[in-house]
């Protein structure tokens, strides 16, 4: 059973940073991707960013292109999103989501469909 549980989130002022945390466990085998969405109070959710498992590709929405990073732990059961110059606008409940893949050469799709989520953190920035 595939399970994803987020980590890192909390009350930040506005260009200050944070950094996620999203264990990854259940999948059986190494074809993967591993997405991080977020949703606003009043808005849809949106993606922010993704990975791939099998060769750590990444891709970004525009939004935040150029201010998180997202990566993987060493032993790849860990995907981080490294958030800086945050704004109040970065404000919302961050989950992170999976699913399997056949490995390819394109990059992964930053709001694709996914099969499995986690519960979602909260970060908020204000000051």
């Known amino acids: 059973q595939v399970q994803l549980v987020e980590s890192g989130g909390g009350l930040v002022q506005p260009g200050e940073s944070l950094r996620l945390s999203c264990a990854v466990s259940?999948?059986?085998?190494?074809?993967?991707?591993i997405g991080w969405f977020r949703q606003a109070p009043g808005k849809e959710r949106e993606g922010v960013s993704c990975?791939?498992?099998?060769?750590?590709?990444?891709n970004y929405a525009d939004s935040v292109k150029g201010r998180f990073t997202i990566s993987r732990g060493n032993a790849k059961n860990t995907v981080y999103l490294q958030m800086n110059s945050l704004s109040p606008e970065d404000t919302a409940v961050y989950y992170c989501?999976?699913?399997?893949?056949?490995?390819?050469?394109?990059?992964?799709?930053?709001?694709?469909?996914?099969?499995?989520w986690g519960k979602g953190t909260l970060v908020t920035v204000s000051s």
């Open positions: 989501a999976a699913k399997a893949v056949i490995p390819s050469n394109e990059l992964c799709v930053v709001n694709d469909g996914m099969h499995y």
């Open positions: 259940g999948f059986t085998t190494g074809y993967y991707t």
């Open positions: 990975i791939t498992s099998f060769d750590g590709r990444t």
